[in-house]
């Protein structure tokens, strides 16, 4: 399985007024994650844009398990778990020091220019 590992450090304007990081950063880290997967692999989202495949979201599901606080140093794992024609799922684990504090699921779908589906390109269907 595919997988690559960032770390995030947790910014102030990215809580909440109690010092916590606001629930929606979490599908934020993990575009993140997302992107510098990709990027590992040699490709850019520009570069997929350019070449018309799009990545659009069409599920995403976290699960919170301990909160992060501002200044916090966070690893976030991202992996391939499926690809079809014209989908692809990831798995996330969020980490401060060892402690998992967030696990979630993404699933993209291919598109193209006009938002029509298309399948994804076959370096991309190779992933798993």
Not at 10 to 25: I, P, S
Request: charged share 25%.
């Amino acid at each position: 399985m595919l997988s690559q590992e960032i770390q995030i450090r947790v910014r102030y304007a990215e809580t909440d007024r109690m010092g916590l990081l606001h629930h929606a950063n979490y599908l934020v880290y993990f575009e993140q994650g997302r992107t510098e997967l990709l990027r590992a692999q040699g490709y850019t989202y520009k570069r997929m844009e350019d070449e018309g495949f799009f990545l659009v979201l069409v599920k995403a599901s976290v699960r919170f398990r301990q909160p992060a606080h501002y200044d916090d140093l966070l690893t976030v794992r991202t992996s391939v778990t499926r690809t079809t024609a014209v989908r692809i799922e990831h798995r996330y684990e969020v980490f401060r020091d060892q402690t998992l504090i967030a696990e979630g699921e993404t699933t993209l779908a291919c598109v193209d220019r006009k938002g029509r589906l298309q399948a994804l390109p076959e370096w991309l269907q190779q992933l798993t």
